[in-house]
Each structure stands twice: as C-alpha cells, then as structure tokens.
C-alpha cells in the first residue's frame, strides 16, 4: 500500500495570512487530487495535477506537482474564514485513491 | 447536479446485528467505492467495484462485504457488526472503466454508524 504523508495535520491562522500544505510519497502516482471536506459532507474534488511541474491555481489557492510526481503542494494566499476544512490529498493509481490524513484548517476572525 | 446519497446519515445497531449501508449514484458510474474515515487515519478502502457484479478487496475488506446487483447500487455490508467498525463511512463513484488520470470521485455525504 502506497503512503501519503501530508503535513502539519492541524493548521490555525488567523485570516489573511498564507499558509502551504505539503502531501509526500515514495511512489509514482499517475495524477494527484487535492479534496476539500466540510463537517457532515463528503470529500469535494478542488483539483487534479497530472503533469510532473505542474501548476494549477483556483483563485487563491495554488497546487502544484512534483517534478517526479510523488509529491504535492497547497498554498493558500491570503486565508478567508470560508476557508477552513479539512483538505485531504489523494494520489490516484489503478482506478483507486490513496488519501493523505489530512489537514485540519481552521481560518479565525 | 450529479449526486451520490448514501440511505442513512446516522445509524446506531448493537454489536452482532447485519448492517446494511447503501449508496446510489445518478451518475452512470462504472465504478463504485466504499470507504470509512477516522480521526488520526485518514480515509481507508474497504471495497470497489468497477462493473455491474464485479468486486474488489480495497486495504482493510476484513468483516466487510459488498454487492452491486444494478450499476447504479453499491450495498457495504457487515455481517456481524462489531464496536471497532464505528466509524464514519463514504460511499464514491467514478467515470471510466479504465484508469483515467482525470477521474473525479464524488462522494455521497456520509454515514455516521455507532454499534453499540
């Protein structure tokens, strides 16, 4: 079974700051997927990096891939309330998904 | 708006009883996944399936089984539920019958099962 380390586990800033969220492996995944998770919800799919380098942004959020694609990153500009969840990263090889624990993010006023 | 919903956001049985999650997609999904959450470990893969009565052991299948009579249904089943399966379980489903970089799961909400 693939691992994924992400860290820190737990993160509380206060609004406005910038914060990264790192999600690492020994192995190759064909994509990485950064999810988001509510209280009471399901997983909810931000992004998906294929490419090793790549680079993809979602207005203040910027995820990137590994050059080898074992190793992935969120960073959050300018943190909001709105923002606080759980983000989970998942790495994607033969149909299935290993998930990273991950990151409890709380925002405060 | 595709949707996957899962029979019961909470349920409580006692140890020893047949439990029975559900979960349907509107999707046209071919493939189909349970999994459950705890704190401190993250989300973990019971069972998937990728076609119509077809099915395969995920990384912690122990005390589980699974049935997908109709693409549309993936049924997770305890036989003999046990207080180390409270927990939290997601039901998700996906596009594709071969592996597909781009696939997104979408997950149902969740159901919260305490055995008692």
């Known amino acids: 079974t693939q691992l994924l380390e992400q860290s820190p586990q737990f993160l509380s800033i206060q609004e406005g700051e910038n914060l990264t969220v790192y999600c690492n492996s020994s192995s190759v995944f064909s994509s990485l997927q950064w999810y988001r998770q509510e209280p009471g919800e399901g997983p909810v799919l931000l992004v998906t990096?294929?490419?090793?380098?790549e680079v993809k942004k979602l207005k203040r959020l910027t995820f990137q891939f590994g050059d080898a694609r074992k190793d992935s990153s969120l960073h959050i500009t300018a943190a909001q309330t709105g923002d606080t969840g759980l983000y989970l990263c998942a790495g994607l090889r033969n149909y299935k998904l290993t998930f990273g624990k991950g990151t409890l993010l709380t925002v405060n006023p | 708006d595709v949707k996957v919903t899962q029979s019961s956001r909470y349920l409580v049985k006692r140890t020893g009883e047949k439990v029975f999650l559900e979960c349907v997609q509107d999707?046209?999904?071919?493939?189909m996944f349970w999994y459950r959450q705890d704190p401190g470990l993250g989300l973990r893969l019971i069972y998937f399936?990728?076609?119509?009565?077809?099915?395969e052991k995920g990384d912690i299948p122990e005390g589980y089984s699974v049935s997908r009579e109709k693409k549309e249904r993936f049924s997770l089943i305890l036989e003999s539920a046990s207080t180390n399966q409270t927990s939290m379980y997601l039901c998700a489903s996906t596009s594709g019958g071969e592996t597909n970089s781009y696939n997104e799961q979408f997950f149902g909400p969740g159901t919260r099962l305490t055995v008692l």
């Open positions: 999707m046209d999904h071919e493939n």
């Open positions: 399936s990728y076609d119509v009565k077809m099915k």
């Open positions: 990096v294929v490419t090793g380098g």
